[in-house]
């Protein structure tokens, strides 16, 4: 299975069936706060839709086409994080992520995704990586700028919220990009997200 450690207290676990309940019970805890900034979020109401949010994703997984892992922080499950796809004959794929309220403001997220950046262009051998937030979305945001990431545009109303449309900045980072960056790279542990 999917497992990588990123540092004490932190790790990243592919979702498992047997985390339905966890999971359906971190968006729920979370609700309003996450309900700003993803369409899905009414969408999961039962532990039964978190049970085939993750079947879903253990066969995208298997398929080769991207993965969603929880993030696991000091033995709890704080969020989540993954590849949306893999398009392997241009070697790109996009991330997602989010975090439960309790669990912002950590430095977390931003640890989780050079992670994923990591395992796709270390390991993978992809090229490209894009991240995509609400212009609205300022945490969201910081992660990619925080990782020197590229701003290479914004796409114009790319995402139905529950009050309207919202405007998307999308973010890439290259392969050459990254490699530069491993050696160089430092966390700011105070100012994560």
């Not at 990123?6 to 309003?32: H, N, P």
């Not at 996009?94 to 994923?116: F, H, P, R």
């Not at 993978?124 to 700028?145: C, D, F, K, M, Q």
Request: net charge negative; aromatic share 12%.
């Amino acid at each position: 299975m999917f497992t990588h450690r990123i540092d004490s207290a932190t790790y990243l676990k592919l979702l498992e069936v047997q985390d339905s309940e966890k999971l359906f019970q971190l968006i729920d805890s979370s609700r309003e706060h996450l309900r700003n900034w993803l369409p899905w979020v009414d969408k999961n109401t039962t532990v039964e839709d978190s049970r085939q949010f993750i079947q879903h994703t253990l066969d995208q997984f298997a398929a080769g086409n991207g993965f969603n892992a929880g993030i696991w922080y000091q033995g709890a499950l704080a969020g989540v994080i993954g590849f949306h796809k893999i398009d392997w004959q241009n070697s790109t794929t996009s991330i997602g992520y989010w975090l439960g309220e309790d669990y912002t403001g950590n430095g977390i997220m931003q640890k989780a995704v050079s992670k994923c950046l990591d395992y796709a262009f270390l390991e993978l051998r992809l090229n490209r990586v894009e991240i995509r937030s609400a212009i609205g979305n300022v945490r969201s945001r910081r992660i990619p700028e925080k990782l020197g990431f590229t701003l290479e545009g914004t796409i114009r109303q790319a995402e139905k919220l529950v009050y309207g449309y919202v405007n998307h900045n999308v973010y890439g980072m290259l392969l050459e990009e990254w490699e530069a960056k491993e050696n160089s790279s430092t966390y700011d542990d105070e100012t994560y997200e």
